[in-house]
């Protein structure tokens, strides 16, 4: 059975970093997107991050964190990462892990259709 258990949320001050964690348990996730989601209360999941490999081409972030926020990933313990710098009031929210739904897609995706398997969440508070 597949479990994806985020860990690392917390409550930060504006400007602060904090990083998230993820570990799968079940099958191997190397060649399917791992990716990071948010959501805010009464609004619908939105895309925050992914990443197949370490190729360039393979991880895509949203506009609203690139180059504040870093994706990676540990193959051998089935893991993703999500360090978060600079942030911002904004970025309060609870994030969810996220596993791809195929395994070996040619191209990054960020439509939370595409993602079959989730963490519980993890709140991020950042204070102004």
């Known amino acids: 059975q597949v479990q994806l258990v985020e860990s690392g949320g917390g409550l930060v001050q504006a400007g602060g970093s904090l990083r998230l964690s993820c570990v799968a348990s079940?099958?191997?996730?190397?060649?399917?997107?791992m990716g990071w989601f948010r959501q805010y209360p009464g609004k619908e999941r939105e895309f925050v991050a992914t990443t197949r490999t370490w190729n360039e081409h393979m991880t895509t972030y949203a506009d609203s964190v690139k180059g504040r926020f870093t994706i990676s990933r540990d193959n051998y313990k089935n893991e993703v990462y999500l360090q978060m710098n600079s942030l911002k009031p904004e970025d309060t929210a609870t994030y969810y892990c996220a596993a791809d739904c195929v395994s070996g897609r040619p191209s990054s995706t960020s439509y939370n259709s595409n993602y079959c398997y989730w963490g519980q969440g993890t709140q991020v508070t950042v204070s102004s």
């Open positions: 079940g099958p191997s996730f190397s060649n399917y997107f």
